[in-house]
């Protein structure tokens, strides 16, 4: 068993986090990831209003005992959801854990914290997780080049970005971006990691809620199959690659503004990528671990094999090649 401080703040078996992401967040995997030992994630925008959410939290409670958490991604927009409102269903809901991602979550620390929830916040950079130990979170996930999403403008990989986090907070620092399995998450903790967190590599479980077609393209892709939109606009993200990822790059390299991207990328579009199985229906966030992702095992089974893959590296090849 690996005890760790973020395995102790959460009261989690295993320092393996799954990682909040829109559509796919929802009670059945994360219930199946908390079952299992680890820290499942609802992602609480995937909910059109916070009483759905409240909903959903709910139904979550009744599919596990163990701890969950729920992610809440603040963004600047022009037409901001009711995020007091979302914090308040994900308070009287008795959750103990949320991760935060996006803009400063210091609006909203000193509710989460008089309900006894532990923050951990997502960030992309050394600056932001020193700020985020200064407003007063309880940990960090920091996110590498190679994750999913928005993996922020200054381009830096993992092996870089986690030990010079760790040398600059105090708090754990969970390790995100790259990680699929057993040697993902022993490097981790050997550079300081306190726990991992997967995003991609839970999408391709049976009780991921995405269509099956969806898994097998996981396992089918490369680590080159990915784009990254909207750099020529400062606002990186890396989804899989296909044909709607790749009209949009050429489209922006050629000067396109967002509006006319715009309708390509609607988050309604992914959605439905993952309900009917359409690959190019439109984008959908998948990292450069899917070249690390071989099946479609359950939840369990995952954290099971990734725990039992860590620790005989632990505790064999790494100490036999100790003279």
Known sequence: MIRTRFTELVG???????????WVGRAELASAVSNAGG?????????????????????????????FGVN???????????????????????VKVVETAGNNPVNHLPDFHEAGIKVVHKC???RHAVKAEEVGVDAVSIDGFECAGHPGEDDIPLLVL??????????PVIASGGIGDGRGMAA?????AEGVNM??????TVEAPVHRTVKE??????????????????????????????????????GAQFPEVRDLVAGVRGKTVFETGDLDAGIWTAGMVQGLIYDIPTAAELLERMVAEAEDIIRGRLEKLIG
């Open 39 to 67: 820290l499942g994630i609802l992602t609480g925008l995937t909910q059109p209003t916070p009483e759905a959410l409240a909903a959903e939290i709910a139904r979550c409670q009744e599919m596990t005992d163990k701890p």
């Open 72 to 94: 809440l991604t603040i963004l600047p927009t022009i037409n901001p959801p009711p995020y007091d409102e979302y914090r308040r269903a994900i308070v009287e809901s008795g």
């Open 199 to 204: 995003g991609t590599r839970f999408m391709a």
């Open 124 to 126: 992309t950079s050394v």
């Open 12 to 22: 989690i078996e295993h320092p393996i986090v799954q990682g909040g992401m829109q």
């Open 188 to 192: 981790a903790l050997a550079l300081g």
């Open 162 to 171: 986690l030990p010079r986090t760790v040398d600059s907070v105090s708090i």
């Open 217 to 254: 393209q996981l396992v089918a892709n490369s680590e080159r199959d990915t784009d990254l939109l909207f750099r020529p606009l400062r606002n990186t993200s890396r989804v899989a690659r296909n044909a709607i990822s790749q009209r949009v790059v050429a489209m922006l390299d050629e």
